[in-house]
């Protein structure tokens, strides 16, 4: 079952900043974060790993909640070149090890106007 | 270093044709994927294999054969393609070391392939 992803949509000017979640019924090893140009490959932002970690990647960082199976990612002071479509993917906690379904989520559009 | 190649870019179709779509990867990963992206519905994994010579089912198999033919090769075949399955195909490979469990997963995509069933 793929992960819940919120908002679906958001619109913002350049500067403002962003949250977007995604949530699992399942229990989680880890949560990856991608990005999507239009037209393009979903490229790799940053992986959390069970431990309820953050980390950051420039103005953008995120977090992971395992005990209740959510992620955040957080972009502050956005710029134009934020804009795309942003996927949380998820690995199942198996024998306190993850294993290789990785499933994403349906998707937040940001987009960014000047 | 050419990462993930997937072939062809875009192909049309006949309902009822069949055809196998091609994924290779160069960076010695262990697990390669599987994707079809549709609009509103997000990257959906339809088969994934997490080492040469084994294959699961993802979320929606149906319709669809994989062969892990080599550690590097991971092919997507569509037996008698229909309509529904028009869709932008997407392979992706990972690493995972069981013996790190701190090892980054990050999966690398290849540039996709467009199909299109008439």
């Not at chain 2, 290779?24 to 990257?43: E, F, K, V």
């Amino acid at each position: 079952q793929q992960p819940v992803q919120s908002p679906q949509a958001v619109i913002l000017r350049e500067g403002e900043d962003a949250v977007i979640n995604c949530s699992s019924s399942k229990a989680l090893y880890s949560v990856h974060w991608y990005r999507q140009k239009h037209g393009e490959a979903p490229v790799f932002l940053m992986i959390l790993l069970k431990g309820g970690e953050q980390k950051g990647h420039e103005k953008i960082s995120a977090s992971f909640n395992e005990k209740k199976q959510q992620s955040s990612l957080y972009l502050t002071a956005s710029q134009l070149s934020y804009s795309g479509t942003y996927f949380c993917g998820t690995e199942p906690l198996i024998s306190n090890f993850g294993n290789e379904k990785l499933t994403f989520g349906t998707g937040t559009r940001l987009t960014i106007i000047p | 270093n050419a990462g993930v190649t997937q072939t062809p870019k875009f192909q049309v179709l006949k309902t009822g044709q069949s055809m196998t779509l091609q994924c290779a990867q160069d960076m010695n990963h262990n697990s390669m994927y599987w994707y079809r992206q549709d609009p509103g519905m997000g990257l959906r994994l339809i088969y994934y294999s997490a080492s040469e010579g084994t294959t699961d089912k993802g979320e929606v198999p149906n319709g669809y054969n994989v062969s892990r033919l080599n550690k590097r090769e991971f092919s997507l075949r569509l037996e008698s393609a229909a309509p529904s399955q028009t869709s932008v195909y997407f392979c992706a490979s990972s690493e995972k070391d069981r013996a790190n469990v701190t090892r980054n997963t990050e999966a690398f995509f290849g540039q996709g392939t467009r199909l299109t069933v008439v």
